[in-house]
C-alpha cells in the first residue's frame, strides 16, 4: 500500500460527469475511470445498510485491484448502537475482510455524531468497539470537541487505532483544531475534508422530512457544497509531507462531492503534492 493516498468520500455521482468524468462515460464505468486518477475511495454507503462481501469483492475487481479503500463503519456501530451491536460487528467484518487480505483497506472509518459525548459509557463503548475491531485498520472521527484531549490521543495509540482530521466549519460543539494542531495518533494520517460551508451545516427537516439547509435548499448534502481555493488547499501540503516524513501513511479524502468540487479539489491537491 502506497504511503499518500488521496481520493474522494463516494464516486458514484451522475453529476460529476462533464466535470469529472467524460460526458459520454457510462455509469458501470464510473468506478474503473475514477481508479485511473486517485488510489484510494471512501466508501460511506456502508454507513446507511449493511455491506455485503460481493459488493467489497466487485469494488475491488472493477478498479483492477487499483484502490485502497476505507469503508465507513455502519450506523449500528456509531449512531444506533444496541445490545446486539457486537453481532453487527461481525457482520461488518466479514464484509470487508476480503479487502484486509488483500491489502486493499486502508480503513475501517468510525464517524460519531456531535451528540456522541466524552462520557464513561462512551469511552468503555468505544474502547470495546476497537477490541472488538482488532486487526483492523481502524479511525475514528469525532464531531464533539470535548474528545479532543491527551488521554483519548494515548487511548486511540494504545488500541492502535488513527485519529481523524476533519476539516469543517467551526460551529457549535465541533472540533476547532486543525491539521497544524493536531497530532498524528496511530499508523495512519488520516483527513478528511468535509467543506466549510457553515450557513449549511446544520439543516432542518421541512415537512417532507427532507433536510434543508439555512439557504432554503432541500438537500442535506447542502452542508458539503463548498469549492476549496488553491490558497486553502496549500494549508495541507505542509501538513501532508510531514506525516509522510514521520513514517506514516497519509490518507486525504475530500467530501465536499456537490457539483464535482470534491473530484477537482483533490486532483489539486494531488498536483501540489507532486503525486499526481
Known sequence: MQDFLLGTSGYDYPEWKGVFYPPDLKRRDFLSFYSTV???????????????PHQMRSFYERSEGRLSFSVKANRALTHEAGRDWKETAREFQQAVKELLEKDALCAVLFQFPEH?????????????????????????EFRHREWVRESVFAGLEERGAGL??????RLGNLPVETSHTLPFVGNTAYIRLHGRNAGAWYCKEDAFGARVASSGERNGSARYRYD????????????????IGAGKRTAVFFNNHPDGSGARNAKRLGEMVGKI
Open 38 to 52: 486517485f488510489n484510494a475511495l471512501e466508501l460511506n454507503f456502508s454507513f446507511y445498510g449493511m455491506p455485503m
Open 228 to 243: 476549496y481555493s488553491d490558497d486553502e488547499l496549500r494549508e495541507f501540503v505542509p501538513v501532508i509531507q510531514s506525516a
Open 116 to 140: 456522541f459525548h466524552y462520557t464513561r459509557e462512551n469511552r468503555l463503548y468505544l474502547a470495546d468497539l476497537l477490541a472488538e475491531f482488532n486487526g483492523f485498520p481502524c479511525v475514528v
Open 164 to 169: 481523524v482530521f476533519c476539516d469543517m466549519p
